[in-house]
C-alpha cells in the first residue's frame, strides 16, 4: 500500500477573504457533480433531526444538506475563521440562518465537542485527511451521536493509480495524504467501535459508524 503522505502546515486551512470566496465560487460551479456521490450514501441513511457537519468550508455543502433532508438543525465546525465568514454569509443570502450555525474549531478539541450537546447525524466530507488526530477526533464524534445515530465520514480513498498520477495538484495531494480501509479498520478497532460499514468506490472512500 502506498505510503501516506500527510499535507504540510502551510496548506492545512485556507484562510483569506478572496481564497474562501474563490472556493464558495468553485463550490457552485462544479459542486452538484463533486457531492454527488456523497449525497447518494448520505441520503440511504434515511436519518432526520440534530445534525453535524465537519468542516463545512463555505457552507454550500451545507445549504445543499438542508434543502434536501430537512434536518431540524445543522451546526458546522469548520477550522478556519475565514471560511466561516463567507459560510455565514452565504447561509444568511439563503435564508437559513435560524438552522444553520457555525462554530470555529476542530475535532480534537474534546473541551469544545463536549459543549455542544448530542446529534442525530454527524457528517464529514473530505475534511477526515485533514485531522490532526482522526483517532481523538472520531472518539470526539462518536461520543456525540444519539442511541442509533450515524457518524457517516466521506474522504479520498489512498491507493490506485491516482496515488501517482498527478490530477490537479490539490486533489492529489489530498489522496495522498487520506487513508485506506485497512487503517480505518485499525482506528475503530483501538475505539472499540464495531458496529460500521466502509466502502470504496475509485477515489473515493464512505464510512458509516452507528452508535449502540
Known sequence: MPKR???TADSEVITGSKTTEDYLKMQKKIGKFYFKDFL???EKLNKTGRYLEVGPGPGYQT???LEKF???EIIGLEYSPDMIKVAQEYINGKGFSNIIKFVNGAVEDTKLINGMGKFDVIYSTFS?????DPIKGINNLYDLLNK???LFIYDFYRGGIFYSLKIKRGIWNSIRASYNSSEIQKMLKELNITKYNINRKNLYMDIAITKN
Open 63 to 65: 445549504g445543499m444538506v
Open 128 to 132: 477526515l485527511h485533514h485531522w490532526s
Open 40 to 42: 447518494l450514501k448520505f
Open 148 to 150: 442509533n445515530g450515524v
Open 70 to 72: 430537512n434536518p431540524k
Open 5 to 7: 503522505i500527510p499535507h
